[in-house]
């Protein structure tokens, strides 16, 4: 039903606990660490990036900080930020990275110019608006100094724009992947 769905999309765009932990209907169904998950990626950005203890690593729309988290046990010394819309998220995060954690909105990132050598943002700018959107991308552009490393929801046909028509829950701007271009 249509009020079904629209209380649905509503409660999982406040990325409350519902989101993160409750009935897999809003969200996760439970986000908990697995090192399987970002372990085996940190190899990858380290290379890729060059990352070393020296670097700055910022994400945008960290959740609970698991990348962030895996970032500083696999790379000592290595400076990590994270920065989420939901202070459920920032209160449930990885004990060890929470003091490198803020709440706060993309379009307005708290940091100086600048400020770090990689800037993340898996699955977050796509949640805003497209102003918010482009917004977002400027201010990631701004606090980054070198490299960035951004994912949002993109389609190349009407068959999976018509799947992420059904399935997005948080999205409130998803294109082509040209129109992203």
């Known amino acids: 039903k249509q009020e079904d769905k629209e209380h649905i999309l ?3 765009r406040q990325f409350g606990k519902e989101f993160f932990d409750g009935d897999r209907i ?3 169904g ?3 660490y697995n090192p399987r998950y970002w372990e ?3 190899p990858l ?3 890729h990036y060059g990352l070393t203890g020296k670097s700055k690593v910022l994400d945008v729309g ?4 698991f990348l962030l988290y895996d970032l500083t046990r696999l790379i ?6 994270g920065l989420d819309i939901s202070q459920y998220a920032i209160d449930n995060s990885k004990e060890d990275v929470r003091p490198f954690l803020k709440v706060g909105d993309a379009v307005e990132l708290p940091y100086e110019n600048d400020s770090f050598d990689l800037v993340i943002s898996i699955n977050t700018v796509h949640n805003l608006n497209e102003e918010g959107c482009r917004r977002s991308l400027l201010e990631i552009e701004r606090v980054g100094r070198k490299d960035k490393f951004i994912t949002v929801d993109a389609y190349r046909n009407k068959e999976e724009k018509d799947r992420m028509d059904i399935w997005n829950l948080t999205a409130q ?5 040209d129109e992203w271009k």
């Open 173 to 177: 701007t998803y294109m082509s992947v």
């Open 76 to 81: 000592p010394g290595i400076t990590v930020a």
């Open 26 to 28: 809003y969200g996760y």
């Open 45 to 47: 950005l380290q290379k």
């Open 30 to 32: 439970g986000y908990y």
């Open 10 to 12: 509503s409660t999982v």
């Open 40 to 42: 085996p990626v940190v």
């Open 62 to 65: 960290c959740a609970k900080g």
